[in-house]
């Protein structure tokens, strides 16, 4: 496979937040502050980015606060994102061609922090379609190199490209004629020099005050896996249902797949009566049942009405002899119905947003209106779902 890259973009200072930080710098400089300097300096034959050194300046600021320091880091990892996204290119559009012919599933690798982010790309591309699985370059030198199979392609992740433990795993990989997808900032590394296709991630420092730590470059490989597997979604045209088939027992999967037929009460457990019934009675069934209502049906059994707790409170209070009364002449006409192929997030997000109040349950009804069922508030939240 050819090799595929971009022109290199020139280096640039990342500029300054706030211009004033550096002037404020130099007032504030004194014997102290050239003293944490010295302490912070890199070790003989290191060098330190400019965003490191203004970090670092940043840091002995006297009145910076936490929330300074916090915003700074925000600040520049947003920048390193923002050069990121305008370096991509073709290289880019190659490596989503590659994943998605892939016959096999993507093995993906790195080391240290580089490796963290490997597992969580891994795992965004597997519950997104794309089988793909972890190797630590060094545990596949001792066995786990047989998990890689011939129709695979590897998508390696190093900051540097030349982290030694890459270099037996390397050309492991091209003994078995894998396509190997580089993820690094360096173009001229190892790394990128053994791959066919190169995402480059380079930034122009790490934030934080050291500047030394993996923050910014973690950032660009993590949003650059998450757009490899967005751009798959669309190429492979997965749905939200294909998304709940591999989340079956998440919240997420619920949302997508729980029905109100799964949720709802049967047989004895919904609170029903007789239009002849008393009211007495019908309070009885309320009772029995806590729900906290209960449907009226007909002679034909097709569901006519519907008396609540709350019914039951404001007929009393008119008329306290009404308990001896049949309950069609105080029930409430027109009970709200759902299917029972109504996902249960659905059925929530209708109970919240019903015109006339929130709703607590619904009832459910065959073709011939007769009760089957009855959907209650509480049993979707007992099934972990709530409302978005």
Same mark, same amino acid.
């Given at each position: ?19 004033? =930080? #550096?002037?404020?710098?130099?007032? /504030? ?7 944490? *300097?010295?302490? @912070? &300096?890199?070790? +003989? ?29 925000? =600040? #520049?990892?947003?920048?390193?994102? /923002? ?7 073709? *290289?880019?559009? @190659? &490596?989503?061609? +590659? ?290």
């Amino acid at each position: 496979m050819e090799r595929q890259t971009h022109n290199p973009r020139p280096w640039r200072a990342a500029p300054n937040a706030n211009p004033s =930080d #550096d002037a404020d710098a130099s007032a /504030a400089m004194d014997t102290s502050v050239d003293e944490n *300097a010295a302490m @912070a &300096a890199p070790p +003989a034959g290191e060098s330190v980015t400019p965003r490191a050194k203004r970090a670092s300046r940043s840091a002995t600021v006297p009145g910076r606060t936490e929330l300074d320091r916090a915003r700074r880091v925000f =600040d #520049d990892e947003m920048e390193g994102l /923002a050069i990121a996204r305008k370096r991509l290119d073709s *290289a880019f559009t @190659a &490596a989503v061609d +590659a994943i998605h012919a892939c016959r096999g599933r993507v093995v993906i690798s790195g080391v240290g922090k580089s490796g963290l982010i490997a597992k969580k790309i891994a795992g965004t591309l597997t519950s997104t379609g794309t089988p793909s699985y972890y190797v630590h370059p060094v545990d596949a030198a001792h066995g786990d190199l047989g998990l890689v199979g011939a129709r695979d392609v590897a998508l390696v992740i190093s900051k540097s490209g030349a982290s030694d433990e890459l270099r037996g795993f390397i050309p492991s990989l091209h003994k078995l004629g894998i396509p190997i997808i580089a993820m690094t900032g360096v173009r001229d590394s190892y790394l990128a020099l053994a791959a066919g296709i190169v995402l480059d991630t380079g930034v122009n420092g790490e934030a934080g005050s050291l500047g030394l730590a993996p923050t910014t470059s973690t950032t660009v490989s993590l949003v650059m896996g998450d757009a490899l597997a967005s751009a798959l979604v669309e190429r492979r045209g997965f749905t939200a249902e294909d998304f709940a088939r591999f989340h079956p027992s998440g919240v997420l999967g619920k949302r997508l797949t729980l029905t109100v037929g799964e949720l709802m009460r049967k047989g004895d457990a919904v609170p029903i009566v007789d239009g002849q019934t008393t009211l007495r009675d019908a309070l009885f069934e309320i009772m029995e049942k806590s729900i906290g209502c209960t449907g009226v049906v007909n002679p034909e059994g097709r569901l006519i009405g519907i008396i609540t707790d709350g019914d039951l409170k404001r007929i009393l209070a008119r008329d306290p002899d009404a308990l001896d009364g049949p309950v069609r002449d105080v029930m409430t006409l027109g009970p709200r119905t759902i299917r029972p192929d109504v996902l249960a997030s659905d059925a929530l997000a209708r109970m919240e947003l019903n015109e006339r109040g929130p709703l607590l349950m619904y009832f459910i009804v065959d073709e011939a209106q007769r009760p089957t069922g009855l959907l209650h508030l509480h049993d979707i939240l007992r099934a972990g779902l709530r409302a978005e």
